[in-house]
């Protein structure tokens, strides 16, 4: 009995958010990785450009909510999700019109990018802030658990409950089908053949009669798309703040470099990589030890490694081991170095 209670109480507090969380990350890794791949450079305003998405999405929301359309059981913000993605494409494409595409018709170095990508997040940045505000905001309606931890110690009789958020469930359904939609557009489609030529080698893609523009323009599109759910199960999960985006960006980038930069596959594994790195090294596990110690050896400490306040910190030091160690990543990507 006290092993289940372990069980549950692991699950609960590591396992399950652990996945939820990961899912999100990778998410918005393949956005980051599929601009290192295709476009050369590192956006550094990838996490704002989650917020802007998410943003758009929020205020479809409460329009939505105000006018009496839901979508039952579930958030609303599912229904507002499309008007999130296309406001989002929208911003990708005038900024990499009006900015980016410069750049790149002047064969500009990846470092320039970098930096023009940084000035950038801070224009996305200040635009979120003005239009919806610095607070956090609340948007998710609905049924908040599929199963509360009351419900469960009722039909199970354990001391420790499991709760399930529907948020939870939702992130990871929608991560699956949307990594499953990319890796068929990638793999089976002409338009996601040619990115991947492009990626592979530019000068023969260019020979071969791939119109490069056009292969940016899909890029954006689908990082576009890909910001914006992940920014909006992020959310949807926790809460809205843009500065927190803004944070977000460290263990994102993190699981992009540690997975392989430039390699989807790499980033979904990175994503999990860190997020379990995190729950795991700020959970306090003196509730799981408690269970599986005899009585005598029991902690009196929370046995955290590390405060929650210091999450991203983790995403940090993972980050400078992999470029340290093995800067191509899990899964061979692009160096970074």
Not at 64 to 85: D, E, K, R, Y
Not at 147 to 156: N, V
Not at 225 to 233: C, D, E, K, Q, W
Not at 318 to 333: A, D, Y
């Amino acid at each position: 009995m006290d092993f289940l209670n372990a069980l549950v109480a692991l699950a609960n507090y590591v396992l399950i958010p652990g996945i939820a969380y990961g899912s999100q990350l990778a998410i918005g890794a393949l956005g980051v990785t599929l601009v290192y791949g295709i476009l050369r450079f590192s956006n550094f305003a990838h996490g704002d450009t989650m917020a802007f998405g998410t943003m758009i999405t929020i205020l479809v929301t409460w329009a939505m909510q105000s006018a009496g359309i839901s979508l039952g059981p579930l958030p609303t913000a599912l229904l507002a999700l499309p008007f999130g993605i296309l406001g989002c494409i929208l911003l990708v494409l005038s900024t990499d019109r009006l900015v980016y595409r410069f750049y790149r018709e002047q064969k500009a170095k990846p470092v320039i990018l970098v930096i023009v990508s940084m000035g950038v997040m801070f224009v996305m940045n200040g635009i979120v802030r003005f239009i919806i505000g610095p607070d956090d905001q609340s948007f998710s309606d609905g049924p908040r658990f599929i199963i509360s931890a009351r419900d469960f110690k009722r039909l199970t009789g354990l001391d420790e409950g499991l709760g399930i958020r529907t948020t939870q469930l939702i992130t990871v359904i929608t991560a699956i089908v949307v990594v499953a939609l990319l890796f068929w557009f990638l793999n089976k489609t002409r338009s996601g053949k040619s990115m991947r030529a492009y990626s592979d080698n530019e000068d023969l893609a260019l020979l071969s009669g791939i119109n490069p523009e056009r292969v940016v323009m899909m890029t954006w599109i689908i990082v576009a798309a890909l910001a914006t759910i992940a920014g909006t199960l992020y959310g949807l999960d926790k809460s809205f703040k843009p500065f927190t985006y803004f944070q977000l960006l460290l263990p994102i980038f993190a699981s992009a470099v540690v997975g392989g930069i430039g390699s989807p596959l790499g980033a979904i594994a990175g994503g999990f990589v860190i997020a379990f790195s995190e729950v795991t090294i700020t959970y306090a596990w003196k509730k799981v030890l408690v269970y599986l110690l005899p009585e005598s050896l029991e902690p009196s400490s929370l046995v955290q490694l590390m405060s929650t306040d210091y999450k991203f910190a983790v995403s940090f030091v993972i980050l400078l081991i992999v470029l340290l160690f093995k800067p191509t990543g899990l899964f061979k990507g692009q160096s970074t170095t």
